[in-house]
């Protein structure tokens, strides 16, 4: 079973900051957070990840709360493109054989 | 570099029928996995491997083969295909010390 807990499915105005929730109240001092995105039916795409600091890249932001029990993912300014299902996943990083399992995430509607 | 590519893009098959679901990776990435796809679902992981040689099962590996005997090529096999295992097969790679995992486009196969 899927170590997360994700909305089903969210909606955006286009140009404003899409807030995607997870829920991982189970997390292990040495589980990382990584999210990923499904555009349409093409093959996952990775995102961000983070251990307990706040993460920022090109593509997004990664707020993990003090506890590490819920992160957010935050895309800055929307756009159409976004639109996407969205993976919020836990991991051992060491030793690097642990596979990613993936829930059901959260849809992604950017609406123009 | 190609990333990780998958072959053939499309397959429809009779049940029964055997069958193989290429995937080769240019990075030299040690760590290779796959998934499967059902419409609207998550991905599920099938099998997956830390290197040449080294093989695991993963959440759904009933009636799949695998075996890795490259670095670069992580081929999954289908003995006897069944209508079940229509889905869409995704092909991943990552450094076994790394945090982010690449995927392929992905084969969609039909079972009839």
């Known amino acids: 079973d899927a170590k997360t807990t994700q909305p089903p499915s969210m909606d955006c105005a286009e140009g404003r900051a899409a807030n995607l929730p997870c829920n991982h109240s189970t997390i292990s001092g040495n589980e990382y957070v990584y999210w990923y995105r499904q555009i349409h039916s093409q093959g996952p795409q990775y995102i961000i990840h983070g251990l307990k600091n706040n993460e920022t890249n090109e593509m997004a932001s990664l707020i993990i709360t003090e506890d590490r029990k819920s992160s957010t993912l935050i895309l800055p300014h929307a756009t159409l493109r976004d639109t996407a299902v969205y993976y919020c996943i836990v991991r051992v990083y060491y030793p690097g054989n642990t596979p990613l399992v993936f829930g059901k995430g959260t849809r992604l509607s950017v609406i123009a | 570099n190609a990333g990780v590519t998958q072959t053939p893009k499309f397959q429809v098959l009779k049940t029964g029928q055997s069958m ?72 991943a790679s990552r450094w076994t010390g790394g945090h982010e995992q690449y995927f392929g486009p992905g084969t969609r196969l039909t079972v009839t």
Not at chain 2, 53 to 64: F, M
Not at chain 2, 75 to 88: C, E, I
């Open chain 2, 20 to 91: 193989t679901l290429q995937c080769a990776q240019d990075m030299n990435h040690e760590y290779m996995s796959w998934y499967r796809q059902d419409p609207g679902m998550g991905l599920r992981l099938i099998h997956y491997s830390v290197g040449a040689g080294i093989t695991d099962q993963g959440e759904v590996p009933n009636g799949y083969n695998v075996s890795r005997s490259t670095t670069e090529d992580f081929p999954l096999r289908l003995l006897s295909a069944a209508p079940s295992q229509t889905s869409v097969y995704f092909c």
